[in-house]
């Protein structure tokens, strides 16, 4: 199998791995309509309004879990409110829902009364049961009581932390990482002539926001920046002796998000401008030194784990691409620090 193969598959599998990562332990219970009965009036249109589903999953936004546990709207049901188990069990079975929760809420001249059960599709059975009652006068009292059971059901009996509470986006941020690792072209004449020895680079961050969006239920943000790097290439054996000498400049624009833990992943890509000199050095005439520039490409797929607020320790896979007549491919895993900085010099 070529080197440029093997890079290949490589990218791919990291995608994998980054896409595993993004999704691995997340829990998606959808909420089936709730019907809310009242048995002190004889025409049902005289009730007052009530959305027990609606005002149960405002409750619970706020307690969303770290991107492990999300309740979602099984609104499609319109109003075929499941009330036994086997209306759940075939609804699950019918949409596909992983989790199910139905149930019902039954108001009668002087209580409320609320019965709510989780229902597992895989494990055909009722995971949990949620049983709330209050006067008859405190409708949002009872809801605020179903959230905090299922909050607690989620902490307690599943042993996941809660998200932590919301902050105020940290603005203007900047980031300097510096890194070290290797490099290998990937493919053509160049592997056959050239191998790679040493990477190194430093670089800056601007980040604008963030968090700047939510995706996921994972905290999301872009960082655009500048990469000044050096790469060290010597000969193949066999060939004539030289060594390659190159300096990388890249624009990458990078979007990130927030597995929580401290780790996060980000995808990265822009312009590039490569500066090479060529130092020969052959056994019977003087040496000599050729320089090219090139422009091309980049992408990068990074991992980073918080170590402390303010700073990180990264995992980076670089792909570059120059233009020259025949295009240089290669491929470039680095480690490094990123120290994060707010506007005013402080560490994040």
């Not at 597992?120 to 949990?128: M, P, Y």
Request: charged share 20%.
């Amino acid at each position: 199998m070529s080197l440029f193969c093997r890079g290949v598959i490589c990218a791919a599998s990291m995608v994998l791995l980054l896409l595993a990562a993004a999704t691995l332990g997340s829990m998606e219970i959808y909420l089936a309509p709730l019907s809310y009965q009242d048995e002190t009036v004889t025409d049902p249109q005289d009730a007052p309004v009530r959305h027990p589903a609606a005002d149960l999953l405002k409750r619970f936004d706020g307690n969303v879990v770290a991107g492990s546990v999300t309740l979602l709207d099984a609104s499609e049901l319109a109003g075929e409110a499941p009330r036994t188990y086997l209306e759940a069990a075939r609804v699950c079975e019918t949409l596909g829902y992983p989790y199910i929760l139905y149930g019902f809420v039954k108001r009668t001249e002087h209580s409320l009364y609320a019965e709510l059960k989780l229902l597992e599709r895989d494990g055909k059975n009722v995971a949990a049961a949620f049983i709330s009652g209050d006067d008859a006068d405190h409708y949002e009292r009872l809801i605020d009581d179903l959230a905090g059971k299922l909050t607690g059901y989620v902490k307690d009996d599943l042993g996941m932390a809660p998200a932590p509470s919301p902050r105020k986006p940290a603005r203007n941020l900047v980031a300097l990482p510096m890194r070290a690792g290797w490099w290998t072209p990937m493919g053509g004449p160049w592997s056959k002539a050239m191998t790679g020895l040493v990477s190194a680079e430093m670089s800056v961050r601007f980040v604008p926001s963030r968090p700047l969006f939510v995706l996921w239920a994972r905290p999301c943000f872009l960082a655009m920046g500048l990469d000044l790097a050096y790469t060290l290439g010597t000969n193949q054996p066999g060939v004539e002796s030289f060594f390659l000498h190159g300096a990388r400049v890249r624009l990458p624009v990078e979007a990130f998000m927030d597995l929580g833990g401290g780790h996060r992943i980000g995808l990265g890509a822009g312009p590039l401008l490569e500066v090479d000199a060529l130092a020969k050095a052959p056994l019977y005439s003087s040496a000599e030194t050729h320089g090219t520039v090139a422009p091309g490409v980049s992408v990068s797929l990074i991992y980073q784990y918080v170590l402390m607020p303010g700073l990180t320790l990264g995992l980076v896979n670089t792909f570059d691409a120059a233009f020259y007549v025949t295009p240089l491919l290669s491929w470039s895993p680095k480690i490094g620090v990123d120290l994060w900085l707010d506007s005013e010099g402080a560490g994040r």
